[in-house]
């Protein structure tokens, strides 16, 4: 299957090669013939890159450990769950699961998108091989997944016992379609940009792409954060390492564009400034992918070093000069269709939402380069940890949060003096009155009374939008409120569907700022033994030690510590934490042993237990003892944020009035709507 | 009443899930107590449950200590920082011994920016968590800062100039803007931007 596997992985380079070449003469020379030769290859690009898939899977489900990437990722008893994750598990076959999926993802806009739109496919066709054609490229020079070993090993090494979680079943492949689907909306403006067919067109069909990709970005990064939490143990979900970082950038950017994107749609501004965002995030997801890859930044995300990084280094370089060259050719077409009449406007907030979210960005690139631009330029190479992140950012994200709720209050165009008063009154006061009432609690840390505060007056916005809203429809209509409610959110999904996110935004940031109040402890116990720690809720959780357990499972001998917890003197439950040796299928030890922690969620807090190891092979065991508040609110904020997005990007919504307004007829009619009054 | 972890719950539904697909029930690993015999009994197999650990002191959890730790990198290549390595890599050998160091240096009486100096002295400026706040390392702290205020003064003067653009009426904008005229708009639909219009406004 290998033989088979590397001579896909040819065909694929060769005819995605053929497909960039027909795609550009096609598209640039409107030949039907050559057009539909690009569409065939795309098509036959994707079928190549699944018969490497499937021969890669097939080496790894049989154990043919005479493939290297198989022996480095798996051994006879890995579960069957995570053979199919040790695809992505490593660098090379990571690779080749990013090349296919982004020609799937070439192959579904070519199959997917609609007529009005279709004059852009072959370009589109175009970037995508050329993309799919570096990948494979560098598979094929640097990193082949089907590289055979001169002997073949009893046994494989087995996966990294901290991939052997659900979470990282499912986190990568989350990241990745949120990284990779970023080419289709590129692809889609370099199109519109090669094509000079710089209207209102290609704009729909980016930002339906860019949705996909902002939420399949934003399942990815919860998810990952799930799994830094469940499994590293270290108590908490962000780090502020340089590969978070990296998947935080193009979020960052693509949630600018969306933003800004409505002010091109209804007013025909900004498309400078749009179509550069939309450059920008692709570049830097190519730059997070060379982050991870290359290890020019130390990270415990990142792949081993090899020499990959270096064809990720040129690629970046050159796409993003190439690029910005077409883009400024193409500046003179890119002029606003209309003005912006006031400063007190949702155009404004919208800019300074974009200056937030970019400014953000910028920090956390900054941030993360920072150690290599400090050894270049005084010979030291500084370490930027939380502290760093931490004291830039949150100021910047207190900001953000509070244009979240302002930008929504201010109307398109020009807000009147008694408009404003009308919108901010109830939000403002609730703003304030949460603010007031954590301070009478006696909470003292003024960045989290800041960030509650500003969180609720955010969703006292979304509150007083969709109460106005299912009001108007029950006045207009008489709608009961449930049906009024169902009604507004369906026809309008954009508008709606964003304020869910916005209060999905809301609770992530409430629970980020719980963390403020974190305790830990840590205990040497023996069996019957107690511990306590007072919860930031006033309670007393107390800890007692039961006993440690040893016993086998399937591919790792287990050594269990078991705790009984009581709250306020209340029996709640037991949780137990792992010491995990993992083995080969002879039995032989592979990797350190790793810790499993046991962890009790609920809407207050979570209980986070460690064991850390036992006392000279006794059952006295070191464990350390964690609550972190409002946990379970980054969960269900996620939750939120997924099911806002979902509104948004479903298909349909409104009647043709509200799509036409999407698609930039506002601009016209605004146009129109002036010439007749002047007249 | 038995607490159900997320990870528990997830085994259980996997382990139910297997065992519908399969059409057998699941042995489920038995926890036994092979392990102590009694309080503090010696292990089954101690070698499988990693490095031994010292007996913690009240110092180990001391708040202050906390913060400091978190303010000094372990140097073992984990990048993080020597508290957490220290409570979280339990295999790692270095952070127990900055540790160790830590309160040595508190037990001879320096307070905590000269513990976090004496570190500095002896592995470099590399050891904390982040850089101190002089010379070029300045640029690090402030760079973001200075390029949002200075994008943002921008974008006011900028958003001046366009507003006042866009006041100028008939003749500036006639020449800004594409040619109304020539788009045709049904009356139906004007009165349909109009309650769009309005729709954005409440």
């Known amino acids: 299957m290998t033989v088979l596997g590397n001579l896909a992985l040819w065909i694929a380079l060769l005819v995605a090669l053929w497909g960039a070449v027909m795609g550009f003469a096609g598209g640039s020379q409107g030949r039907p013939e050559l057009q539909l030769s690009a569409r065939r290859a795309m098509f036959a690009t994707t079928a190549a890159l699944l018969v490497a898939v499937v021969s890669l899977e097939w080496a790894l489900f049989t154990r043919d450990f005479n493939v290297e990437y198989v022996a480095s990722y798996t051994s006879r008893n890995l579960p069957t769950f995570y053979t199919w994750s040790a695809l992505y598990a490593g660098q090379k076959g990571s690779l080749l699961f990013w090349a296919s999926v982004l020609a799937i993802f070439g192959t579904l806009a070519v199959v997917f998108t609609s007529a009005r739109h279709r004059v852009y496919l072959p370009y589109v066709i175009g970037i995508v091989s050329i993309v799919v054609a570096f990948f494979v490229s560098a598979m094929l020079a640097a990193a082949n997944p089907f590289e055979r070993l001169p002997f073949t090993p009893v046994d494989g090494r087995g996966m990294n016992p901290q991939l052997q979680n659900p979470g990282m079943v499912f986190h990568p492949p989350m990241l990745y379609l949120g990284y990779i689907s970023i080419t289709i909306p590129f692809a889609f403006a370099m199109a519109a940009l090669l094509s000079k067919r710089l209207d209102v067109e290609w704009l729909v069909a980016i930002r339906k792409w860019t949705l996909v990709s902002w939420l399949f970005l934003s399942i990815g990064i919860l998810l990952g954060m799930w799994w830094a939490y469940v499994e590293l143990g270290w108590g908490g979900y962000w780090a502020w390492d340089p590969v978070e970082n990296a998947s935080l950038l193009p979020w960052l950017t693509m949630t600018a564009f969306l933003h800004s994107v409505m002010v091109q749609e209804k007013r025909g501004m900004l498309k400078k400034w749009n179509l550069s965002l939309i450059i920008g995030s692709w570049l830097l997801s190519i730059f997070g992918t060379f982050i991870t890859r290359s290890g020019v930044i130390s990270s415990v995300h990142s792949f081993a070093q090899s020499g990959v990084g270096y064809f990720f280094l040129v690629f970046l370089v050159g796409s993003a000069v190439l690029s910005f060259w077409i883009y400024a050719r193409r500046l003179p077409l890119l002029t606003a269709e209309t003005r912006l009449e006031s400063m007190v406007s949702r155009e404004a907030s919208f800019l300074f939402n974009n200056l937030l979210f970019v400014g953000i960005a910028f920090s956390v690139l900054w941030g993360t380069l920072f150690p290599i631009l400090s050894e270049a330029v005084q010979g030291t190479k500084v370490t930027v940890g939380p502290p760093f992140f931490n004291q830039v950012n949150v100021p910047l994200g207190l900001a953000l949060l509070a244009l979240t709720g302002i930008g929504p209050l201010i109307a398109w165009r020009r807000a009147s003096l008694p408009n404003l008063q009308r919108q901010f009154a109830m939000p403002v006061a609730a703003g304030l009155f949460a603010g007031l009432a954590l301070l009478v609690a006696g909470m003292r840390q003024p960045l989290a009374v800041l960030a509650f505060s500003l969180g609720t007056f955010v969703l006292a916005t979304v509150a007083q939008e969709f109460f106005r809203g299912i009001s108007a429809r029950h006045r207009q209509y008489g709608e009961g409120r449930a049906l009024a409610a169902a009604r507004l959110i369906g026809r309008n999904r954009r508008r709606y569907g964003g304020y869910v996110v916005h209060a999905g935004i809301v609770l992530l940031f409430a629970a980020f700022a719980g963390m403020a109040f974190k305790t830990e402890t840590q205990a040497t116990l023996r069996p019957g033994e107690s511990a306590t720690l007072r919860s930031p809720f006033g309670h007393e959780w107390t800890f007692t030690h039961l006993g440690v357990s040893q016993y086998d499972a399937l591919n790792r001998l287990v050594t269990a510590g078991t705790v009984e917890l009581a709250r306020d003197g209340r029996r709640v439950g037991i949780l137990k934490s792992e010491k995990r040796q993992h083995v080969d299928g002879l039995g032989r030890p592979t990797f350190e042993p790793s810790t499993e922690v046991g962890i009790r969620s609920d809407l207050r807090e979570d209980v986070y237990v460690v064991m850390a190891g036992v006392v000279n092979g006794t059952e006295q065991t070191v464990y350390r003892f964690t609550l972190n508040p409002l946990v379970w609110w980054v969960w269900f904020g996620g939750y939120v944020v997924v099911l806002g997005g979902v509104i948004v990007m479903w298909p349909g919504g409104g009647p043709p009035a509200v799509r036409r307004t999407q698609a930039g007829y506002a601009v016209k009619l605004a146009s129109q709507s002036q010439e007749t009054r002047k007249s | ?202």
């Open chain 2, 1 to 202: 009443m038995t607490t159900i972890t997320r990870r528990g719950f997830l085994q259980r539904s996997g382990a139910l899930l297997a065992a519908g697909v399969t059409g057998s029930a699941i042995q489920s690993p038995a926890p036994d107590s092979l392990a102590g015999a009694g309080p503090s009994g010696r292990l089954w197999d101690p070698n499988r449950a990693g490095r031994s650990q010292a007996p913690t002191t009240e110092r180990d959890s001391d708040p202050a200590i906390q913060v400091l730790e978190k303010r000094l990198k372990c140097t073992c290549g984990c990048g993080l920082d020597v508290y957490t390595c220290r409570t979280t890599d339990f295999t790692c050998t270095t952070s127990p011994a900055m540790h160790r160091d830590v309160l040595a240096l508190l037990d001879q009486g320096l307070s905590e920016d000269e513990v976090v100096q004496a570190f500095v002295e002896r592995y470099g400026v590399t050891v904390l968590m982040a850089p101190p706040k002089r010379g070029f390392n300045l640029a690090g702290y402030f760079v973001p800062s200075l390029a949002i205020v200075v994008a943002g003064a921008g974008l006011l003067v900028a958003l001046r100039r366009w507003t006042r653009q866009a006041a100028v009426p008939a003749s500036a904008s006639a020449a800004g803007a594409p040619d109304a005229a020539a788009v045709a708009a049904s009356p139906e639909e004007l009165e349909r931007l109009q309650h769009e219009l309005d729709e954005f406004s409440a």
